[in-house]
Nanobody
């Protein structure tokens, strides 16, 4: 069974930055496209960013220009660099395939507040 472990969240002031990591195990990491999702309280989980096997990326309009997704096939880790954070970015962040068909990890909490 695939295991996904997200980390790197925390409390940050508006305008600040965080870098999230997602370590994957029990999967041939390099063969998959990967995505970051987030779920804010009382809202549905939304797709934030995608990176393909070849390294192409796509972003939700709400984070475009502020967030950057990347991957390291050697470290079997996908990253999300988040800059210029806003209070509306507050959510639990998860990684998964773009189809969301792998087992979900526990996520990592990001709170943007002054």
């Amino acid at each position: 069974q695939v295991q996904l472990a997200e980390s790197g969240g925390g409390l940050v002031q508006p305008g600040g930055s965080l870098r999230l990591s997602c370590a994957a195990s029990r999967i041939v990491f390099r063969l998959y496209s990967w995505a970051w999702y987030r779920q804010a309280p009382g809202k549905q989980r939304e797709l934030v960013a995608v990176i393909t096997r070849g390294g192409s990326t796509n972003y939700a309009d709400s984070v475009k220009g502020r967030f950057t997704i990347s991957r390291d096939n050697v470290k079997v880790t996908v990253y999300l660099q988040m800059n210029s954070l806003k209070p509306e970015d507050t959510a639990v962040y998860y990684c998964n395939s773009p189809q969301g068909d792998l087992g979900w990890g526990q996520g990592t909490q990001v709170t943007v507040s002054s």
